[in-house]
Nanobody, 115 residues
Framework: QVQLVESGGGVVPAGGSLRLSCTAS????????MGWYRQAPGKQRELVAV???????TYGDSVKGRFSISRDNAKNTVYLQMNSLKPEDTAVYFC?????????WGQGTQVTVSS
């Protein structure tokens, strides 16, 4: 079983920055993908960014050029640097870890961008 613990959410003015972190613990296979999805009220969960254990990244269209994902494999931790935040980035951000046969999700952390 894998547990994911997120941190770093909060309230920030438009144009500001935040950094989210997510650490995985438990039995983790070396080859996996970690990343972030988000869900705003009344909307579907959407991809923010994911990164494989060898460093391949994928970003959602709405965050390209503003957000950057990275990971520390030794610490089983993934980071999301969010810059130039907009009110429409307000959402609950969920950390995820995907292996060949299993997907795991964190509890989510609230990010609120004030206008």
């Amino acid at each position: 079983q894998v547990q994911l613990v997120e941190s770093g959410g909060g309230v920030v003015p438009a144009g500001g920055s935040l950094r989210l972190s997510c650490t995985a613990s438990g039995t983790i296979f070396s080859f996996n993908t970690m990343g972030w999805y988000r869900q705003a009220p009344g909307k579907q969960r959407e991809l923010v960014a994911v990164i494989s254990s060898v460093g391949f990244t994928t970003y959602g269209d709405s965050v390209k050029g503003r957000f950057s994902i990275s990971r520390d494999n030794a610490k089983n931790t993934v980071y999301l640097q969010m810059n130039s935040l907009k009110p429409e980035d307000t959402a609950v951000y969920f950390c995820t870890l995907s292996e060949i046969k299993s997907d795991y999700w964190g509890q989510g952390t609230q990010v609120t961008v004030s206008s």
